[in-house]
């Protein structure tokens, strides 16, 4: 799927979300430069503050599960193992699927 950043649309809508994946976000990062990689995790945190007001939990774990993906991966920031946890560990809070389960287990081992 091709991500675009639209500052008049800051803001993943649930279908979006759920077809986003992994190597959605890997392509994203390869081909985009350093602000917009940046601002890709902040739509992400935008959208899943946005569903979890909505109380759209599964939709709210989900951009969790990407951020925490995102973070630990591609971008991998200063802290990257922490602020990942955090993300991964509230998206099984409020949807615990075994690939969130299995991703926990992958940023458990560190990077």
């Known amino acids: 799927m091709k991500i675009s950043i639209d500052f008049e649309h ?8 759920f ?6 976000l890997d392509d994203f990062y390869t081909d ?8 890709l ?7 899943l503050h946005r569903f979890e007001k909505e109380n759209r939990l599964k939709a709210a774990a989900r951009c969790a599960f990407l951020m925490a993906y995102y973070l630990f991966n591609p971008l991998t920031p200063p802290a990257s193992f ?14 615990e699927t075994p690939e969130y389960s299995r991703w926990k287990r992958t940023i458990d081992q560190g990077n």
């Open 10 to 17: 800051p803001y993943f809508d649930e279908k979006t979300v």
């Open 19 to 24: 077809e986003l994946t992994p190597a959605d």
């Open 32 to 39: 985009e430069n350093e602000g917009n990689r940046l601002n």
């Open 41 to 47: 995790f902040f739509m992400l945190e935008a959208t």
């Open 82 to 95: 922490e602020l990942a946890e955090f993300y991964i560990d509230r998206a099984i809070e409020w949807d």
